[in-house]
């Protein structure tokens, strides 16, 4: 039987890559799965159950909670870590494809590193960026020039979306085969309330997006505001701070309500009851409108990246064409004034990703 081992760039949150490693894990039951830093209790509990094998930057005193700290130390230690088997799976948005093995390497691309390449949109305009900021400027080259070399290395090129297709090629001029992932939160699980969240006869909105500037959760909450629609954000990061004071000050308004700790429970609950989810954020593909949909829940997408490949106009949700207040308030209106059928909301193909995986790393 072929050895096969993954290889992750650091599990400290919980998101759609954490939740498409996941999926790795299911596909090959047992292989050994390495990472920069591990936070067990910052990501998904699921991870307790894998063998997570951390580089020595688990050492350092607060890196695991923090990982953004480490930007500059993650390509040394993937450089430094040896992978002994068959084939090495990394699941990379920045670094885990840079490790070393004399075994074959495929590369699962979530997207080319954001803070690299996309610094601006990642980090956003405000000061709560500029330490990140200045170290592009100042490391921006040899890393990214790193970054290059680690990615020639692989032997084979996958990705989640067609945008992240075309993003590849772009910046590495490599091409990439398309390998869709999978909702990972679907229904057949416990549900559960959010305490002092909505009611479930109450309609609401929701968004599900980690707390960084270029997921637009401001627009949204200012939108669902505009559109007289309560809302629910669920989501943890470095933005909590803005973006909980901005759903607080809604005064007599619909609520808005922040949820930072929500469990896999709690968060089919609120697919299940939510009127729509609200995505207008810059993904590379975007796992959120597959959750929602399995649900039978509609989505409003922003008509650009990854949502392309996962919203179906008029059958699982509708478009908005620019992430601006007036805008997605709009769309918020249209969204929940159409008659959606659950059976077609619900009825999205999704492709058997772990057969699609296991094709491409033990097929050769």
Not at 15 to 27: F, T
Request: glycine share 12%; hydrophobic share 45%; charged share 20%.
């Amino acid at each position: 039987m072929t050895s096969v081992a993954l290889v992750h760039d650091y599990l400290t949150q919980r998101g759609g890559a954490e939740r498409v490693v996941l999926e790795m894990v299911g596909a090959f039951p047992g292989a050994p799965l390495h990472t920069s830093v591990y936070d067990a209790a910052g990501t998904f509990p699921a991870f307790a159950e894998v063998d997570v094998r951390p580089t020595a930057l688990q050492r350092v005193p607060g890196l695991a909670r923090h990982h953004r700290w480490g930007l500059p130390l993650y390509a040394p230690a993937f450089s430094a870590t040896r992978v002994d088997a068959e084939v090495v799976v990394c699941s990379s948005s920045g670094w885990a494809h840079g490790v070393r093995t004399d075994g074959r390497k495929v590369g699962y691309v979530h997207a080319p590193a954001r803070w690299l390449h996309q610094t601006r949109r990642y980090t956003g305009e405000g000061s709560g960026g500029v330490a990140q900021r200045g170290l592009v400027a100042v490391g921006g080259p040899p890393l990214r020039a790193w970054d290059r070399r680690a990615m020639a290395s692989l032997d084979v090129v996958l990705c989640n979306s067609t945008v992240t297709r075309r993003a590849i090629a772009e910046v590495y001029g490599r091409d990439a085969v398309v390998v869709p992932p999978p909702p990972a939160l679907t229904p057949g699980g416990p549900e559960r309330p959010v305490p002092g969240g909505p009611a479930s006869d109450a309609p609401f909105g929701l968004c599900v997006a980690r707390l960084l500037p270029y997921k637009n959760v401001d627009v949204v909450i200012e939108a669902a505001r505009r559109a007289g629609v309560a809302l629910v954000v669920v989501g943890r990061g470095p933005d909590e701070a803005r973006l909980r004071a901005l759903a607080d000050a809604g005064g007599s308004g619909p609520p808005v309500t922040l949820v930072t700790d929500a469990d896999d429970a709690q968060l089919r609950w609120l697919y299940r009851h939510a009127a729509g989810l609200v995505a207008v954020s810059h993904e590379d593909y975007g796992l959120t409108p597959l959750e929602a949909a399995s649900f039978a829940t509609p989505t409003l997408a922003l008509r650009a990246g990854g949502y392309l490949d996962t919203v179906v106009e008029g059958v699982n949700g509708l478009f908005v064409d620019d992430p601006t207040v007036g805008s997605v308030a709009a769309g918020l209106e249209r969204l929940l004034g159409t008659g959606w059928d659950p059976a077609a909301v619900a009825g999205v193909d999704r492709p058997d990703f772990a057969a699609e995986l296991r094709r491409w790393v033990l097929g050769g």
